[in-house]
């Protein structure tokens, strides 16, 4: 089983910008659809971006659509989340995982495993 790492978190103001890293190690996950979650406190976990195999295909949340990108280099098995103009509702731990490859890739139940996730703090 591929082993997953985030990273990139922090602590930054409202309007500020991180970029997050999911970077893959014992194996490749260049086949497969990959996703960004994030869990805010009290919340269930709930889904950001994904982006396919190829990079050829996105998908987004209302949340993040204009305000975050993802990509992926499948060289490097690494997946990319650029975030900018930052808000509060975004605080949260941030996770990446692969795909199942059926149902919902805006369901969390329907990946495969997770990361140990990376903590965003935005201040107002």
């Known amino acids: 089983q591929v082993q997953l790492v985030e990273s990139g978190g922090g602590l930054v103001q409202a309007g500020g910008s991180l970029r997050l890293s999911c970077a893959a190690s014992g194996g490749t996950f260049s086949t497969y659809v990959m996703g960004w979650f994030r869990q805010g406190p009290g919340k269930e976990r709930e889904f950001v971006a994904a982006?396919?195999?190829?990079?050829?295909?996105?998908y987004y949340a209302d949340s993040a659509k204009g305000r975050f990108t993802i990509s992926r280099d499948n060289v490097r098995n690494t997946v990319y989340l650029q975030m900018n103009s930052l808000k509060p509702e975004d605080t949260a731990v941030y996770y990446c995982?692969?795909?199942?490859?059926?149902?919902?890739?805006?369901?969390?139940?329907?990946?495969?495993?997770w990361g140990r996730g990376t903590q965003v703090t935005v201040s107002s």
């Open positions: 995982a692969p795909t199942t490859g059926f149902g919902s890739i805006r369901d969390p139940r329907d990946y495969l495993y």
């Open positions: 982006i396919g195999w190829g990079a050829g295909n996105t």
